[in-house]
């Protein structure tokens, strides 16, 4: 399965035709593809929370939107999901590459990893981690739940999902 | 001429058309000044005006007018290179720059010293940047409006503001509103 494709085909199956990265090495495929497909349009953000800011405008402009990020943007984009998302009650899909877990060769990227849950526990936020590859069949149910819920939702997808870093 | 002084001459303008007002007291002076369905209020959230603007300028066609502020711009800057790349000609961001962050008490922003909002937006990349004169304001908005092209004013102002009331109406209902607003 390809599961850069497999994203992009149920965003652009459950109406997301504007889609906002923040890129991060695990997404570069996903980002590629989501770039590539004429339903979608896509624009890079310098920041997570300029990027919320395009998905909210995009919502109430009548286009449904969603956000592609790195886990560190949860320390970013706090005020941002309380005081815009959560507010005024928008729905958000979140696909989060969950950096500082199993497999992880970087020693800071733990540092944000091990905050990244209970952050969004405490905002409250519905959150989905995708550890094995198959899990992306949750992904179609998790956008409908989303945009039925009007909230932000957060996919956290870690490093043995994306097929890790090659040989370590 | 004062911030709230500039929005009472464009409410005229503004009245047609789609916009997304900056958080604090610019929301709360056009509130006050002319509320209407078609105005979305930032309740909370400094910065992001602009990006909200933006996402709804390039999902649908009618002209979207963005008014913000010299302090929240500057903590937002990546907008500007998002802005200018993306470009969409029904997208107009009018910056009040009094030089002040007015909401907090009128501390001053780099913008009233040695940056230049316009110089910035240039250097970023977008096209079509003008520098007003609070009292030209009017007649450059209505240009852009006529242009059809996307258009970041930069209204220098004095800084002060007009006491109004705080914005009570619960931002689900600012939301809903507006949303039928785009659609009608």
């Known amino acids: 399965m390809n599961i850069d494709r497999k994203i992009a085909d149920d965003l652009v199956a459950n109406g997301v035709g504007l889609v906002t990265t923040v890129p991060c090495k695990q997404l570069a495929g996903v980002i590629a593809e989501i770039d590539a497909r004429d339903e979608i349009h896509h624009i890079p953000s310098n920041k997570e929370d300029e990027g919320m800011g395009l998905c909210a405008g995009a919502f109430m402009g009548g286009t449904r939107s969603a956000i592609i990020m790195q886990n560190t943007a949860i320390g970013v984009t706090i ?18 590459s969950y950096r500082g877990e199993l497999r992880e060769p970087i020693a800071c990227q733990v540092e944000m990893a091990v905050h990244t849950k209970a952050l969004l526990a405490q905002l409250h936020i519905p959150t989905y981690h995708f550890h094995r590859q198959g899990d992306v069949e949750e992904l179609d149910a998790i956008l409908k739940y989303t945009f039925m819920c009007n909230k932000p939702v957060a996919v956290l997808t870690d490093a043995t999902f994306w097929g890790g870093y090659g040989d370590q | 001429m004062i911030r709230s002084e500039v929005l009472k001459e464009i409410a005229p303008i503004l009245r047609d058309q789609l916009v997304v007002c900056n958080i604090g007291i610019p929301s709360q002076e056009l509130h006050a000044i002319d ?34 502020g010299d302090g929240s711009v500057l903590t937002n800057l990546g907008t500007l290179p998002t802005i200018a790349n993306n470009v969409a000609h029904n997208y107009i961001l009018l910056i009040v720059d009094n030089g002040s962050y007015g909401s907090t008490g009128d501390q001053p922003t780099y913008a009233g010293m040695k940056t230049s909002l316009a110089g910035m937006a240039r250097a970023a990349g977008c096209e079509r940047v003008i520098e007003c004169e609070a009292a030209d304001t009017g007649r450059v908005l209505r240009d ?8 970041i004013i930069v209204c220098k102002c004095e800084s002060g503001n007009a006491r109004h009331p705080v914005i009570t109406m619960d931002p689900v209902t600012i939301r809903d509103r507006f949303m039928a607003a785009v659609r009608t």
């Open chain 1, 79 to 96: 005020n941002t999901l309380a005081t815009l998302i959560q507010f005024y009650r928008l729905p958000l899909p979140m696909i989060i």
């Open chain 2, 35 to 68: 509320d209407q369905p078609t105005n979305f209020y930032m309740l909370g959230t400094m910065g992001l005006a602009s990006s909200i603007g933006l996402g709804l300028a390039l999902v649908q066609p009618k002209p979207v007018i963005v008014i913000d």
């Open chain 2, 144 to 151: 852009a409006l006529d242009a059809g092209e996307m258009t």
